[in-house]
């Protein structure tokens, strides 16, 4: 049986010849170059939500003591009137046993200056918990209040204060939404 040896075996390319085993090392090199380009890793992470009816602050209807996570509220405005409402139909409501902090801020806006002179509102009880006055409603300021204190088992009312411009359109319904952001252990 004759032994044959890679060595000795050349491949002809034309009028020139390789060794088969130069061949085979430069495949692998340019095999290894190019896998070790494209290495990764993988890395996860699992999170488990648990559902819960509501945070240990949320809002309070008034009329039947519940709880509620966001809520609606409409109010009729009038041309080059302050309309008040000292007491809307919700609350905030810090229902824990432990005081926690809150954030506030006007998330957004639809309305223009023909129709919104300005506009107030406040979180309190007894004392002001947080206040806020928007009165350039070209460029409002959206950014999250600094920190306040929720005491535990405390409930805040909600105050809005509104100027219709008296070049306001009859019909138009400029409208706020309102976020709190609230520590929740």
Known sequence: ME???LRKRRIHIGKRS???LTLLALALTISVASVSAAAYVSLTWTTT???VANPKV???KW????KANTFSYTVNIFP???T???NITYALYNWDTSDHDVYFRLASENTNTTDISWMYYKVYNGGTLFSKNETNFNTPD???STSYSAVASTKYMIWISIKCASGAGIGHTPSFTFEVKVENP
Not at 63 to 66: A, E, G, L, M
């Open 80 to 82: 080059n009137v302050i």
């Open 49 to 51: 939500a648990t559902v």
């Open 142 to 144: 959206t950014a999250w």
């Open 3 to 5: 032994k044959i040896s």
């Open 63 to 66: 009329s039947d003591q519940t």
């Open 18 to 20: 390789i060794p088969l």
């Open 84 to 86: 008040i409402d000292e």
């Open 58 to 60: 949320c809002f309070y």
